[in-house]
């Protein structure tokens, strides 16, 4: 009979960082606790899983790839993950938190397939899922690798949670770091833009160098980031406005469903060129949402528009982002 999840070290297995604490770990889960997160999510966890929060709930992992026999959209010999979601909803990196495995299945697209237990390094573009197709809701899922840049193709890691936890080995191992932050470097200077953002940026009269200030944005964002995900974060900010900007210069827009609705093709799925691979809606909505609170979008005869002085702001910063580029 199997020791686990006793006969794991948890001070080798768990890096208790205070992001790791913030975001990701929570108390040990009461059964009240486990039976609601089930009767939310539809699926009874795995009790090997349930057993090994209880010791230790949720959290960024030290040993983070866990070897394949075919490619990911992460490597070709492997997949990886960052942590294991807590159960619980009081964590954003919980079952039922903020970024959540419903948040994963609603927001992102994922395929409703059971439980997303873990997330990635890649942001949301690809998660790891407790797979309940074969056994159903009440039986003991497999542990598989869901790839959104890949179609939401489906890989099988392992039969079960323990098997999975078991596989799981050093980064060092597979360190390919510096080979991907190439790829998103090539991706960024010298990538094709999308066949819907190179006529946006053709012409542009507002601010000629458009198609230079948004290569050097993004690789002002990929010096900062180590990839090309656009987040929350400032870079990422002038990039959704500068989007926003080229697409109004020659489309009217009246709500922010239809921009939203038309976001996705020019960098998020740009194709093999200049692209993300992918997005989270959330952060494109909270975007336009605080641009509206803050008065950057304005409701004009015109439509939705960057207000005057934002776009005096925006210039500025891009044209600081070309000067250091080209230093």
Known sequence: MSAFPHDIDLNAFWDDCEYALKAYVDASPSDACIAEVEAQLGYRLPASYVAFMRRHNGGLARNTCFPTDESTSWAEDHAAISGFLSIGRQKMNSLCGELGSRFMIEEWGYPDIGVYICDTPSAGHDMVALDYRACGPHGEPQVVHVDQEGDYRITVLARNFETFVRGLVNEEVYDRSEELFEDDLFRVTEGAFSDMLAPLLTDFAPFPRIGEAVRAVSLRLLQEKRCFALHADPSSYLLYDVQFWVYQHRHRLDSRQQYLDAYSPMIAFGGRGFSTGGYA???????????????????????????????????????????????
């Not at 909505?285 to 207000?307: C, H, K, P, Y």
């Not at 005096?312 to 250091?324: D, H, P, T, V």
């Open 281 to 327: 809606p959330g952060f494109i909505e909270d975007w336009f949402n605080a641009r509206m609170e803050a008065g950057a979008l304005i409701d004009t005869d015109q439509g939705i528009v960057l207000s005057e002085a934002h776009t005096a702001q925006m210039i500025e910063q891009l044209q600081r982002a070309c000067e250091a580029a080209a230093e």
